[in-house]
């Protein structure tokens, strides 16, 4: 990338201008991502505009160097309910490196954690639905719509499933009620089956 390219990219006429251009484009990533997590695709697609500004950054100025990086190590064998207090935890703690972040190195850290946390969240939710090929579009369901771990915490209190009979209230709940009548926990399962596929994500679970 040439330093007249990197400009343009950086939105900048001159290299006094670099500095604060591309803290508050950092600024302006890491609040839309805060705000609420955006679908996988928007994800991917903010990870590759923020690669092009840490360039031409970098065409500039060397990058500081990324120490004690964060990793996700969520258990997918875990019950329903223990994962997704594991989910939370991970994902307040990228979160808070998100959001404390002031490099392009470290906000793509952050996004690349955010990316595969929603990925194992899908794959463990989806894991609770038959094997069987689904007509996804018999089902409301907005790749767009986020899952709320905390509604489907919540759903499980009050349904008090087993986690090994989760599978089967979800199929009976296919088979026999509306997209209306269905719980928030099936909405959520089915969004993530539908999310699977959309995104290629692979099944390892």
Excluded: W
């Excluded at 990533?29 to 923020?50: D, E, V």
């Excluded at 500039?60 to 997918?76: A, G, S, V, Y």
């Excluded at 996804?136 to 759903?155: A, G, T, W, Y």
Aim: hydrophobic residues 40%.
């Amino acid at each position: 990338m040439t330093k007249s390219e990197a400009l343009n990219s950086l939105k900048c006429s001159s290299i006094e201008e670099v500095d604060d251009a591309f803290e508050d484009l950092i600024f302006k990533f890491k609040g839309k991502i805060l705000q609420i997590i955006p679908p996988l695709k928007i994800l991917k697609a903010t990870l590759k505009k923020i690669d092009r500004i840490n360039e031409a950054y970098r065409v500039f100025f060397e990058p500081i160097e990324i120490k004690n990086k964060i990793t996700i190590e969520l258990d997918i064998s875990l019950s329903l309910v223990d994962f997704l207090n594991d989910y939370q935890l991970k994902l307040a703690e990228v979160k808070l490196q998100l959001s404390s972040c002031e490099t392009g190195d470290l906000l793509m850290e952050s996004l690349e954690l955010l990316i595969v946390l929603q990925q194992q969240l899908y794959l463990k939710l989806a894991n609770y639905l038959s094997k069987e090929i689904l007509d996804f579009d018999k089902f409301e369901i907005k790749l767009s719509e986020n899952i709320d771990v905390f509604l489907i915490q919540n759903n499980l209190k009050e349904l008090h499933l087993e986690d090994n009979k989760i599978s089967e209230y979800i199929r009976k709940q296919i088979n026999e009620l509306d997209n209306r009548e269905m719980s928030y926990l099936t909405k959520s399962i089915l969004n993530s089956a539908k999310q699977i596929v959309f995104n290629g994500i692979r099944r390892e679970i």
